[in-house]
């Protein structure tokens, strides 16, 4: 079955510290990868994706994640983060055939202290 | 810059009331999604739809779930007789393509059964 494990529940950084938050998926065929995040009380935005091509994609607001196949891995990361950047982070994932849903992580939620 | 838009923002309904999610799309999609997001857990996918009809549902989605698209614009999810584990966040999505274009979520309904 389809899934994707995000293992930092709660994360909580001091302004300008860097950040990863881990990704892995399980799926037998190709994917493509997505980085959603929820600031208190807001939707679901983007911040980046990937379909193919360079393995290392950049969003916005300065994130930046690396797919490594071999590794079934899509880490987020940001050099420097800022108290703006506290929210929810969800990595997802969606079949390029088949299916037609998103299946997402449970989500890690990032305090950062200013 | 295009939006997919839910009303309302916040329902609260008493058990076993029916109750109408609406979205409206972005105007050029053609694949249309709910999702749910229950207080603490995971984004979860309930259906999809395509064409006028249901791609793919969930073991979520039973017959007490229904959706349409009435009339070209709107997107609604019908819940028809609501449980108390039907509280929980639902989030409307579209995407332009189903391969090579990230899926827009709106704002979500928080709904309450009491």
């Known amino acids: 079955a389809q899934s994707v494990s995000q293992h930092n529940h709660h994360v909580i950084l001091s302004e300008a510290a860097s950040l990863e938050l881990g990704c892995n998926y399980s799926y037998g065929g190709t994917v493509n990868l997505f980085w959603y995040v929820q600031y208190p009380g807001q939707h679901l935005q983007l911040l980046l994706k990937?379909?193919?091509?360079?393995?290392l994609v950049k969003g916005i607001k300065g994130f930046e994640a690396e797919f490594i196949k071999s590794k079934f891995s899509f880490n987020l990361r940001k050099p420097s983060v800022q108290w703006s950047d506290t929210a929810e982070y969800f990595c997802?994932?969606?079949?390029?055939?088949?299916?037609?849903?998103?299946?997402f992580g449970t989500g890690t939620r990032l305090k950062v202290l200013a | 810059e295009p939006e997919v838009t839910q009303t309302p923002s916040h329902q609260v309904t008493q058990m076993g009331q029916e109750v109408i999610l609406r979205c409206v799309p972005i105007?050029?999609?053609?694949?249309f999604y709910w999702y749910r997001q229950i207080l603490g857990q995971k984004v979860e996918f309930l259906v999809s739809f395509y064409n006028n009809e249901i791609s793919e549902k969930s073991e979520i989605f039973d017959d007490q779930f229904s959706v349409e698209r009435p009339d070209g614009s709107n997107f609604t999810l019908k819940i028809r007789s609501t449980k108390l584990e039907d509280s929980a966040m639902y989030f409307c999505?579209?995407?332009?393509?189903?391969?090579?274009?990230?899926?827009?979520f709106g704002q979500g309904t928080r709904l309450t059964v009491v």
């Open positions: 105007s050029n999609h053609l694949y």
């Open positions: 997802a994932v969606s079949a390029t055939s088949g299916t037609y849903k998103y299946i």
């Open positions: 999505a579209s995407s332009g393509d189903r391969s090579f274009t990230e899926a827009f």
């Open positions: 990937y379909f193919s091509g360079d393995p």
